[in-house]
């Protein structure tokens, strides 16, 4: 498919959403763990919330800001690219956090552009819990150029990197998506009715992308941190391909580098050689 050029709003950039708060509480957390199949006993008794829970509260915020940049009759073109969460505490029941999201830049590629998002997630008195970094991919459409910011880079190559270090596996049931469409608050239909999704040409319902991340990292907790949520800083993915409801996923991990008490792994999620998640980073606290 030829690109189509299509001017986006550089007005639209570096203007905070308006507020979102969310209260969480023990049964949210404990809905979403059970939602990812997550083995984690914390995350399933609610006590603390499983890393990408962190989406959850930002939901409403996060999406705002790409409908400043980009015009509305190109939305059925964009794909969630990339997710990169910083992580400043782990979210607890009783949390009531308030969170905003500005774009902070878009580009223009040779398959599409990306339009890139800033989210800032507090607590109430302001304490900053977590950053993430949303990068929304519009297929085939050309911007036309560079502007502003992109997200902090994350690249890996596992054809040169070796033998893992660990490996991490996961079942994606065939009920998973109508359990993390209300845990996650996401409501998008091509996760959950199959005619809606073969009318947009996929092959039938598909898992949420942010579901299958969730799902890799309770596989790199499990194996890098002792399943201690509090040690992980960073984590972040590129979506490659799609997942659908009993795929089989394995997540494959390699230990990088170590420095000032922190060590960086780098992670891809496979269905067989057919990788659905590709250049993963964790940070893991010594």
């Not at 552009?113 to 970094?133: A, F, H, K, M």
């Not at 910011?149 to 596992?158: Q, Y």
């Not at 092959?203 to 992980?232: F, K, N, Y």
């Amino acid at each position: 498919m030829a690109s189509t050029t299509v001017a986006f709003d550089d007005a639209g950039l570096n203007v905070w959403s308006d507020e979102e708060r969310f209260e969480v509480t023990r049964e949210r957390i404990a809905e979403y763990a059970a939602a990812t199949n997550d083995p984690i006993a914390a995350h399933l008794e609610g006590t603390v919330a499983p890393p990408i829970f962190a989406i959850v509260p930002v939901f409403e915020a996060m999406m705002m800001p790409v409908i400043e940049v980009a015009p509305m009759d190109i939305f059925g073109r964009v794909v969630h690219g990339e997710q990169d969460f910083h992580f400043h505490r782990p979210i607890r029941p009783g949390d009531i956090l308030v969170s905003r999201a500005k774009a902070i830049g878009y580009d223009s590629k040779d398959t599409g552009s990306t339009i890139t998002i800033l989210i800032e997630c507090r607590s109430e008195d302001g304490e900053l819990v977590n950053e993430q970094y949303l990068t929304a991919f519009f297929r085939n459409i050309d911007a036309g150029k560079q502007v502003g910011d992109g997200a902090p880079p994350h690249r890996f190559d596992s054809t040169t990197a070796g033998q893992p270090l660990a490996k991490a596996h996961a079942h994606v049931d065939a009920d998973q998506t109508y359990r993390y469409s209300p845990a996650s608050g996401d409501p998008v239909p091509i996760h959950l009715d199959d005619q809606v999704a073969k009318d947009a040409g996929l092959p039938g319902i598909i898992a949420h992308g942010l579901c299958t991340m969730a799902m890799s990292s309770w596989g790199v907790l499990t194996e890098t941190a002792g399943s201690d949520v509090q040690r992980l800083k960073r984590f972040a993915v590129r979506f490659s391909k799609m997942v659908f409801p009993g795929d089989d996923l394995e997540t494959r991990i390699w230990q990088q580098d170590s420095k000032n008490g922190l060590t960086s792994y780098a992670f891809e999620t496979g269905r067989g050689s057919d990788l659905v998640l590709t250049d993963g980073l964790a940070v893991i606290a010594d």
